[in-house]
Every structure is written in structure tokens, then in C-alpha cells.
């Protein structure tokens, strides 16, 4: 069976392609794709894949988009970190769907009935409307914030919620902080790629450095050059300056 991987988590999708190998070695992975932009034009350039493993959730959008823009007939197994009841209700419309971190006798089972549909040439049925209101719940309109980041804690992928993030900091690598004060960290090369799949009401690059929750901040100390610094609620000895030139719009961020 040849298949492709449509997920942006570069560990997730590493991890994906490990296990496949355990459980599944005649499966030839063509390609990962990390957005549903190289997606459509991976799908627009070539042939549809026996298989294909995609992620609910992308740094762009979410992956049912791709059902409105091609007429898919092969299987897809989703890995999502959603709610599993929601994700059980759908057992049985001859797509898949796994929990990260994917268990790999799940992951076996998934494949058997993804090589009973091809063997049968029987295009699963896909209820968008049904799998949109089962996953996001209350939201159809999808802005691509990340609601989860997947983190390599212990030699084991784990999602962290976003709400749970304290802040961002880059040192020599990218870091998440937790409210509980642990330390991840993450497969971005820069701050900017993080930024861009926040929810800009709730996170604030404060500087070259650091991308702060707003439910972090425990007090803003002013300073009479103009700069401010802030003190986080799970960081005593951390403070965080921001410039004079970029006090003003902060101060209106904070405050809407």
C-alpha cells in the first residue's frame, strides 16, 4: 500500500513513520506534509494514495477542509488528541481515528480495516458536517490557532494544551513553559512560526525572546524611561522587560 502523512508535528509524524515500520513495513510512505497548503498541491500533482494519515487539527486549518476541495475515495485515518467519545461515535463510517500519542495496536487495527476497504474497492463514507460538529464542537469556524503542542517528554510524544502555556522563551532552542512550571522543548526553529498559530488575544510577543500568555501575568512594573517588566504568576525570579517603543500598544493589548 503506498500512503502519504498529512500532520505538522515533524516528532508526531517521525514517531508515525517508526511505528508503521513495526506494524505495517509494506507500507511505503511517499511523502509528509506539514499544512493543508502542500497538501492541495501534493493532491492536485498526484495520483490519490492507497492511504492516508492526516491530522485534525493543522497549524493553517483543519484537514476536513481538504474533503471540500477533492473527492477522496481512499481511507484516511486521523490522529487527533481530541475528545474520544466523540472520535468513538464515528467508528463506523470505515474512517479511523487515533488518539496521540497513537498506541500501536490501534494503529495495526486501523490499517486491517484500511487494507478491507482497498481490497473491497469500497470508498469509505465521510460525513463532514457530522465529523466537524463531533470534533470542534461549537466552532465551525477554524482560524488555525494551535489548541494543542506535542512535546517529547520522556521518549514519549505527549500533547500539551495551549491554555496550559505559560509562555515561550527562546534560548539556544525553543522552550514552552507550563503553569506548573515544567519546561518542554518544542520542534519550531523560531518564535515567529509559534506566533503565527497563536491566538493573538490571548498571547503577546512581548520581545525578541519570550511570547507570554496573558493569564500569566501577574503584575507590570513601569519604569520611568518608558519600559515596563512583567513578573509571571508561576516565575518569581523572572523578569521579562519590554521596550519603551512597544509599551504603548502592550498596554492596549492588556487592557482589551
Known sequence: MNAIIIEDEQLVAKELVKKLGEVAPDIRIHTTLSSLKTARTW?????????????????????????????LQCPVIFTTAFN?????????????YLLK???????????EKCRRLVQN???????????????????????????KFVINFRNTLLPVKTGDIAYFVREQLIYCCTFDNQRHILDYPTLEEIEEVLNPARFYRVNRQYIVNENAIKSVQTHPTGKLTLKLTNQAALAIDISREKAPHFKKWLDS
Open 43 to 71: 493532491l492536485r500533482e498526484n495520483s490519490e494514495p492507497d492511504l492516508i494519515f492526516m491530522d485534525v487539527q493543522l497549524s493553517d486549518g483543519v484537514s476536513f477542509e481538504l474533503f471540500q476541495s477533492f473527492s
Open 84 to 96: 474520544e467519545y466523540a472520535i468513538q461515535a464515528f467508528k463506523s463510517n470505515g474512517v479511523d
Open 101 to 111: 500519542p497513537v498506541n500501536k495496536e490501534d494503529l495495526k487495527n486501523a490499517i
Open 121 to 147: 474497492k469500497q470508498p469509505p463514507p465521510i460525513d463532514l458536517a457530522g465529523l466537524l460538529a463531533a470534533l470542534t464542537p461549537g466552532n465551525t469556524q477554524q482560524t488555525g490557532q494551535k489548541e
